[in-house]
Every structure is written in structure tokens, then in C-alpha cells.
């Protein structure tokens, strides 16, 4: 492995530890409505990390991974938030790098990646989902409008419902700039239409919903755990040596595989016990999943996930 790739390595497997995120932080970047400031966390490839937490009015809903990549020949952007967060990242790009925004990636069907459309289609940029995360943000992106018009209040300016430009099923290879860009749909995980960004030649993988780290995956009724885990198994065949995740910092395989991978199958072991016992629903909400309590968002997800893969697995 070359000395920078093992440098780089060191770095994140240090910022991989859970004490580098909290939840209580409410924002970390005082001076923009984003979370905190982009890092580069290889060359040419820079993200905004979001808060551990729940979207609140003092994190103005950033609380998932805003990722771009400097290709050489324009930027492709992953994630745009809303219409404030996806113009401060845009500002931020502006002031790393000339080359110009030619394509923002959302990685799914929710507000958080999807309802800053508007804001780079405004600026004649096209956006690119899968068709089947478009399909679904048509159908209940009001919805997460109207939720983070509730949360962030007058930060929710200007956000409006904006569909993607392009849509794909399967991949598409970005065709501009030096820099190898793919963007995969490898099966059903997290949401609709979840995508990766990959990056072969630096082994790095801009994971999206597929992969979480220092925060507790959530689990909801469009989430199916067979699928994920199925999905998970063409995302480790990726080999990635470097993960930027869906929500946490950048880190390695290692450790998104112990809190994504190992989460669900934790979950569905300890789920089918209880129906193996006959026993009922708010059993599934008593379940001890204390081993994964040091991470955030666990107090608001880890009931609610056993009672959603209980009633899912009643009838697999």
C-alpha cells in the first residue's frame, strides 16, 4: 500500500472511534447553516458530515453526509439537503475549486437528499436518482417537505418539491474529468433507490444509506433487512479501503460492517427468537440491544427498529 494510502488510513481509523461524534453537538460550523466545514478526505474527495441526531433546528436538518468529488474536469456533488444547505455547500465548493458543479448524485427517496433539488436545478445542473427513489420522493416528498418546514422553520426557505433530472436503474459512469466515478445501485438497503458513488481507483466508496457508523441505523416500513443484507454483500465485494458513510465520519469496512451488517443481523436473530417463543410485539420493543447503546440516536431508534423487523418478519 503506498505511504499516503497508509497515512490516510491511520487518519481514519482514528476518527473512526465514536468520541469523535456526539450528538448533543449541536452545530460545529457556527458561521454557515452546514453541520460542519467540508474536509478532504482523500484527495479531490471532500464532505460536510452531518450531526449524529436527529434533524433539529440547530443542526437546520443536517444530519446526514453532503460528498463531493473534484474530478478535474467539473465537480460531481452527492446530496442536497435543502435549497439553504445545498447553496452553502455550493459556496464552499466555489472556495476550494474553479471547476464547475457538473452533476449532484441523491443517494435516495428522503427530504435529506433529495429536497435541495430545486436549488441546483436552478443553477441548470442536473441531478441524478435512481427511478425508483424518484418515484417515491413524488409521492411523499410534501411530506418531508412539510416535516422540515416544521423543524427548521424559516431555514426551509426557498425549498420546494423538485424531481431529478435523470434517473438510472442500474449505474452510471460519470464521463467527465480524470478522476474514475461510478454511480451503482447494488439492491434494496436503507430506503428507495439507495446509491453508492464509487471511486475504484482510490478504493473509496461514498456509501449512502447502505452503510452507517457512530450513529444507530434507522429502520421504517420501506427498509427490508433481507434485501440490505443481501445488497450488503455486493457492497463488500467492492473492496473499499475507504468508506464515507451515509451518516458518522469517514471511516473503514471494518467498522460500517459492525454497525450496519452486524446491526441487522443482530436484530433479525434476536427478533426470531421472540417469534420462535410466541411472543408478542411489545416484547420486541423490551429487546436488550445494549451492545449498541454507546452509539447516537439509539435512545429514539432502537425500540422502534425491533418493533418494525418483528411486524416485517411475522410474515416472511
Keep these: 500500500m503506498p505511504v ?9 481509523t482514528l476518527i473512526s472511534t465514536p468520541v469523535f461524534a456526539d450528538q448533543s453537538i449541536a452545530d460545529q460550523y457556527p458561521g454557515s447553516v452546514l453541520y460542519s466545514k467540508p474536509v478532504e478526505v482523500v484527495p479531490n474527495v471532500w464532505s460536510s458530515i452531518g450531526a449524529t441526531a436527529p434533524p433539529t433546528y440547530e443542526n437546520s436538518a443536517h444530519n446526514n453526509n453532503y460528498s463531493f468529488v473534484i474530478t478535474g474536469d467539473g465537480v460531481v456533488v452527492v446530496n442536497s439537503g435543502s435549497y439553504l444547505l445545498a447553496e452553502a455547500l455550493h459556496s464552499e465548493i466555489k472556495r476550494i475549486t474553479d471547476q464547475p458543479v457538473r452533476l449532484v448524485v441523491v443517494e435516495n427517496e428522503q427530504g435529506h437528499a433529495m429536497l435541495g433539488n430545486g436549488y441546483w436545478r436552478e443553477q441548470d445542473i442536473p441531478v441524478l436518482a435512481h427511478a425508483d427513489a424518484s418515484s417515491a420522493f413524488e409521492l411523499r416528498g410534501h411530506a ?3 416535516q422540515l418546514k ?4 424559516e431555514k426551509a426557505a426557498k425549498t420546494r418539491i423538485v424531481l431529478p433530472s435523470k434517473t438510472i436503474t442500474k449505474k452510471h459512469v460519470v464521463d467527465f474529468g480524470s478522476l474514475s466515478v461510478e454511480v451503482l445501485w447494488l439492491g434494496h438497503s436503507h430506503a428507495h433507490g439507495d446509491l453508492v458513488v464509487w471511486l475504484p481507483d482510490e478504493r473509496l466508496v461514498i456509501s ?3 452503510a452507517f457508523h457512530e450513529r444507530l441505523l434507522p429502520l421504517g416500513e420501506y427498509s427490508n433487512t433481507v434485501n440490505w443484507l443481501e445488497s450488503w454483500e455486493s457492497f463488500e465485494a467492492l473492496k473499499a479501503l475507504y468508506v464515507i458513510p451515509g451518516h458518522g465520519h469517514p471511516t473503514n469496512m471494518a467498522q460500517v460492517r459492525r454497525y450496519t451488517k ?8 434476536e427478533v426470531a427468537k421472540l417469534l420462535d417463543a410466541d411472543e ?11 451492545r449498541f447503546s454507546h452509539l447516537d440516536t439509539f435512545k429514539e431508534l432502537a425500540s422502534r427498529n425491533a418493533g418494525y423487523v418483528f411486524e416485517q418478519m411475522e410474515f416472511e
Excluded at 4 to 12: G, I, M
Excluded at 262 to 269: C, Q, V, W
Design 4 to 12: 499516503l494510502n497508509l497515512v490516510l488510513f491511520a487518519l481514519l
Design 144 to 146: 418531508s417537505l412539510a
Design 150 to 153: 416544521r423543524i427548521v422553520k
Design 208 to 210: 449512502g444509506d447502505m
Design 262 to 269: 452486524d446491526y441487522l443481523l443482530f436484530i433479525r436473530a
Design 280 to 290: 408478542d410485539l411489545q416484547a420486541a420493543y423490551e429487546l436488550d440491544q445494549s
